[in-house]
């Protein structure tokens, strides 16, 4: 087995790129202020439609503000208000009500306010079909108690051209009189412009509620009650399965992961430095193991608090007040993985900054953009106040793997207990077990710096490729002794292109190589004709030890022989290698 290795002089890093005020992977396309007007929740809707013949996707974001709903359509820039719908008239608890959310069934969304004696506003999104801007206000509808209430859940949540024949409203006084006045209440939106109550949960007070497979998840925010899982498969009578809390809960929002294998929570009110993002084991469903996995933002000062969350195939997207748009690799969730970020805050100040920020996310619309809703900097009913709906694209980053064995150089014994930290991610370590096998994941990309060290070692700074769509890649490492008498190196003594690792590869192989001094660096690929495939490394890098990770899915290559070839500073050297499928 080819070991490869560094020996370099340990670096102060510095995290710029990963620093408070994190912009990376997630790209603005188009953002839309509502001046004096603060922003709250959001959600999406998209559908298709012809369009003289042709097939139009129309793609909105249902953007709330304190004051109604903005239909804004997001397919350009421009971001085209179609529509606006205005807080209830009839009701001055409703103006300027800083609780406001918005879900959809089929082709009508349902906006919530916790405003006394307003109800839940109906808007069809698509009543004409030959016109694609067509809107229409329909009115409310009375959910009985104080007529309040906080938001909604449908059966498949999140994708909006699903159509659902129930709608479930939580939160304010929607069972008042049945249990806990904020449960669930349970409506048969067959006729989706008036719905009829068929059933009720009042077991406890509900903040939000996601429905699949007539399952029912209660995320419960107050007095540290968790979450409690109800089925619903008899709407009229629904019948709790099983509850469970953990420490600090204050359970906000709560989502699935896609194979509903895991559960994911947000806590709003925990008490500081608890409101973390958290993975729940659920595959078992009579020992639901919590806090499997856990997220608090790296780049957050003062204990920041994330509020929305919304899962997505491999990534939760994450509404974090202050922290803005955050994306976590949920692929393996014991091991979560911030992988883009973009800060939505740009001030402080307010009667409540903590909750100030990103307010809300959407990210299932089939172009895959992310809307967010970004509520002001002071949080209250001033005329600065100006809400902002925000628009992004994500390049879909993921987290990589580094894993392998560390040994010590000498005796080839394996290290336990050896440190391995990945500089470029907020310092994230792990350590090896007794065999000294190490796995590391972290966001995938170019020049990413890992440390290895140990008790009695020199410590040693790899410079390595982390491999895209959670692929892994394997590099072995070997420590030097502290009291050891052959001294490494801080820097190669020369130009060397390494034997790529392992070879024959399928799918990736590691290309290590090193050079004395800084160099401007270029990393071919060639085919046995000669004929360069693709360009791997393009940059200036530093003296020392560098690898690329080589994934032949991304190229497309077929089985067969390969050449690589480095030149940096004048000279170039090449290799063959053969992939094998």
Known sequence: MKIFFASLFLLVFSPTLFAQGAFYNLSLYAEREYPSNAGAGIWGYSDTMMVNG?????????MCT????SIVDISS???????????????????????????????????????????????????????PDSIRYVGTFSTGGNNNQHNIGTD??????????????????????????????????????????????????????YVRNDTMYC??????????????????????????????????????????????????????????????????FNTIIINAGTYKSPTGGNNPVVHNAYVKTHWAIIAHYTE?????????????????????????????????????????????KIVASNIPIVFDNSPSNNGKLMVFTFNNARAGAIFGTIRDAQTNAPIANAEVRALDYYNKSRRSNADGLYRIRTVQGANKRFVFSATGYRADTLTLSVPENGDSIQVNVALTPATSSV???SVPSKFSLLQNYPNPFNPTTTIAYELPSASDVRLELFD???????????????????????????????????????AANGLTDSKRMMLVK
């Open 54 to 62: 042709q097939p139009r996707i129309r793609e909105l974001a249902l």
């Open 66 to 69: 304190y004051r109604g709903l």
């Open 77 to 131: 820039p421009a971001l085209r208000e179609l529509a606006f719908i205005p807080s209830s008239a009839s009701n001055p608890n409703d103006f300027n009500n800083n609780w406001r959310e918005v879900r959809t069934s089929g082709r009508y969304a349902y906006i919530t306010t916790e405003a006394a004696g307003a109800g839940v506003q109906i808007v069809n999104l698509r009543p004409d079909e030959n016109n």
């Open 156 to 209: 498949g949540m999140g994708y909006s051209w699903q159509v659902s024949p129930y709608i479930y409203v939580c939160g304010g006084t929607v069972t008042q009189g049945f249990g806990n006045s904020g449960g669930v209440a349970i409506y048969d939106v067959s006729n989706p412009e008036s719905p009829v109550l068929v059933g009720r949960y009042g077991a406890r007070y509900v903040h939000d509620v």
């Open 219 to 284: 995320s419960n925010i107050n007095n540290n009650q968790g979450v409690d899982i109800v089925s619903v498969s008899n709407k009229a009578q629904p019948s709790r399965l099983k509850a469970f809390t953990y420490p600090n809960a204050g359970t906000h929002n709560i989502w699935l992961s896609d194979d509903s294998k895991f559960i994911f929570t947000t806590d709003e009110i925990s008490p500081p430095g608890q409101n973390i993002f958290r993975a729940h084991d659920a595959r078992d």
């Open 324 to 368: 803005g748009v955050k994306i976590v690799d949920v692929t393996e969730p014991y091991d979560l993985v911030e992988v883009g970020a973009y800060d939505t805050f740009t001030g402080s100040g307010g009667s409540a900054p903590q909750y100030n920020g990103c307010w809300g996310v959407y990210p299932y619309y089939p172009s895959g």
């Open 487 to 489: 001294q490494s190196p």
């Open 528 to 566: 046995m004709m000669g004929r360069k495939l693709a360009t791997l490394v393009n940059e200036r890098q530093s003296a020392g030890a560098h690898a690329y990770s080589l994934n032949a899915s991304q190229f497309s290559l077929a089985s067969g022989m390969y050449v690589y070839r480095l």
